[in-house]
């Protein structure tokens, strides 16, 4: 019984943790960017002036829903953790605020864009897909139905 009521209580804290916006820093970008153990990560990339974005976030949602078991679905906002209630608003709205979320908190966006996707010239929407092979894929502009069908594993 006391294991249950353990397994019951990380768990719930697991999932406070997975819709809680938290601040990314340069030192937290190695971690999220490597390979997971199996399937996919996709990081969208969006920001609060983005109007595509909102249509991309619910796009990706719909597509981690269909494969929850081998896609992971974080997003970063690029636009300063200091503007924390907009950032959650427009995830709330998207219908995203349930999954791993995360907004810029370092001095130099620029490096942190860099250090994410050494490719990303900076424009939103992006999506970066990274395969547990190793592999990455990196998608500007609203996603298409042929792309989202290449991102599935």
Same mark, same amino acid.
């Given at each position: ?12 804290? $697991?999932? &406070?943790q997975?819709?809680?916006? %938290?601040? !990314?820093?340069?030192?937290?970008? #190695?971690?999220?960017?490597?390979? #997971?153990?199996? /399937? ?19 796009? !990706?949602?719909?597509?981690? %829903?269909?494969?929850?078991?081998? =896609? @992971?679905?974080? $997003?970063?906002?690029?636009d *300063?953790?200091?503007?924390? +209630? &907009? ?9 995203? @605020?349930?999954? +791993? ?5 370092? &001095? $130099? #966006? ?5 250090? !994410?996707?050494?490719?990303?010239? /900076?424009?939103?929407?992006r999506?970066?897909? =990274?395969?547990? *092979? /190793?592999t990455?894929?990196?998608?500007? /502009? @609203?996603? $298409? @139905? +042929? ?7």
């Amino acid at each position: 019984m006391k294991y249950w009521i353990a397994a019951l209580l990380l768990s719930i804290g $697991t999932i &406070a943790q997975a819709g809680a916006l %938290q601040p !990314l820093r340069a030192a937290d970008i #190695p971690a999220l960017v490597a390979s #997971p153990a199996h /399937g996919e990560r996709l990081i969208a990339l969006w920001a609060l002036d983005c109007a595509y974005c909102e249509p991309n976030l619910r796009a !990706l949602a719909r597509l981690q %829903q269909a494969h929850a078991g081998t =896609i @992971e679905l974080v $997003t970063v906002a690029t636009d *300063d953790f200091t503007q924390r +209630k &907009a950032i959650e608003e427009r995830l709330h709205t998207a219908g995203v @605020e349930a999954w +791993k979320a995360y907004a810029y908190a370092d &001095a $130099t #966006p620029e490096r942190m864009s860099y250090l !994410l996707d050494s490719g990303w010239g /900076g424009e939103t929407p992006r999506v970066l897909v =990274i395969r547990a *092979d /190793g592999t990455r894929q990196g998608y500007s /502009g @609203e996603l $298409t @139905e +042929k792309q989202l069908r290449a991102i599935t594993p």
